[in-house]
């Protein structure tokens, strides 16, 4: 009798450690118990909950990006540069180019979202892999951030200034900053169109099997490059949210947040390295290129570095993507 009514309560721990949710309810736990247990020990004010947000917003929209590359199985390293390159990008066009705010943020949101859009193509057309493909955008866009300026470039304008001391007003004397409700509209907008939208569903059935979706008719070349472009906007956005919480641009912004997001990719579903491909194979003809190349672009940048260093830095930067497109395509099943 013992064994026999133990096994449903088995059955329903497994269910209970299967459970997808499992991970989000831990965290928000364990995330209540240590604020509340901080704000008795230490008697935080009403402000610190909402101070998470405004602290963070710009981190809660680049991991909406992602979450849409992630749900459909890829991955995108190239979030943090991006987030660099937007902000010194803005700087540069409003504080040096004289160019109005609202028209430099449009030429940055669509800079993103052209760069996301050719990793996009990348993948698709050119059968390279998320990983190589985003890892070129990586070095491409942190290189550009060099190309630009070496070092930090304040952004004074009024409007911006304006933007970044907004706060709104809510319960108990709290507020949230500009770019803290900039991030709770992207999230919910996120949401809606993930499950109440045909595109999200064809995020999810690209995600759990995307031979199966193509076998579907449905256009998954097309919505991964959207994915990919949406990624690059949202990291934009974050970008622009960034400078507002800094008032400034620099190149070194981002450093290591394709870290967290490589992070975020382990815990999703399906290995890591599922598309991944051994870069020793099938090298062929493109690697002899590509090695050839490098070797030309290698001298070229040693004469170049002895007549003008201070470019030296921002040009290898610039062209590090050469030394990562050696990933061949994926073998043709």
């Not at 004010?45 to 929209?61: H, M, R, T």
């Not at 193509?121 to 493909?133: R, S, T």
């Not at 800094?246 to 997001?261: K, N, V």
Request: glycine residues 10%; positive net charge.
């Amino acid at each position: 009798m013992t064994t026999i009514s133990a096994r449903p309560t088995i059955a329903r721990a497994g269910r209970l450690l299967r459970d997808r949710r499992l991970p989000v309810v831990v965290t928000a736990t364990l995330f209540a118990v240590m604020f509340g247990y901080g704000s008795y020990r230490y008697s935080f004010d009403a402000q610190v909950g909402p101070n998470l947000l405004v602290n963070n917003a710009y981190l809660v929209i680049a991991a909406v990006g992602a979450t849409f590359v992630i749900l459909a199985g890829g991955i995108d390293l190239s979030i943090g540069s991006v987030i660099g390159f937007s902000g010194m990008l803005f700087a540069e066009l409003v504080m040096r180019a004289h160019v109005p705010v609202p028209l430099a943020a449009l030429v940055v949101l669509l800079t993103g979202c052209a760069g996301g859009a050719l990793m996009g193509c990348m993948i698709h057309f050119f059968k390279v892999q998320p990983f190589i493909a985003t890892l070129t955008g990586l070095f491409l866009f942190r290189g550009l951030s060099l190309v630009l300026s070496k070092a930090a470039i304040s952004v004074n304008a009024p409007l911006v200034e304006s933007l970044a001391q907004y706060h709104f007003p809510m319960l108990s004397d709290t507020f949230l900053s500009t770019g803290a409700l900039v991030a709770i509209v992207v999230a919910l907008v996120a949401w809606y169109v993930l499950h109440f939208t045909p595109f999200g569903r064809r995020v999810y059935a690209i995600g759990g099997n995307e031979q199966s979706a193509m076998l579907m008719g449905l256009p998954v070349g097309r919505t991964k490059i959207t994915l990919y472009a949406i990624s690059g906007t949202c990291s934009a956005l974050a970008g622009l949210v960034f400078v507002l919480y800094i008032q400034s641009g620099d190149p070194l912004h981002g450093i290591g947040m394709e870290l967290a997001e490589l992070a975020a990719r382990l815990k999703a579903d399906g290995p890591f390295f599922a598309g991944c491909v051994d870069v020793t194979r099938q090298r062929g003809r493109v690697a002899v290129f590509l090695d050839t190349a490098r070797a030309c672009l290698d001298i070229r940048l040693r004469r170049r570095a002895a007549r003008r260093p201070q470019y030296d830095e921002a040009t290898r930067t610039v062209m590090q993507p050469l030394l990562y497109m050696e990933a061949t395509p994926a073998e043709q099943q």
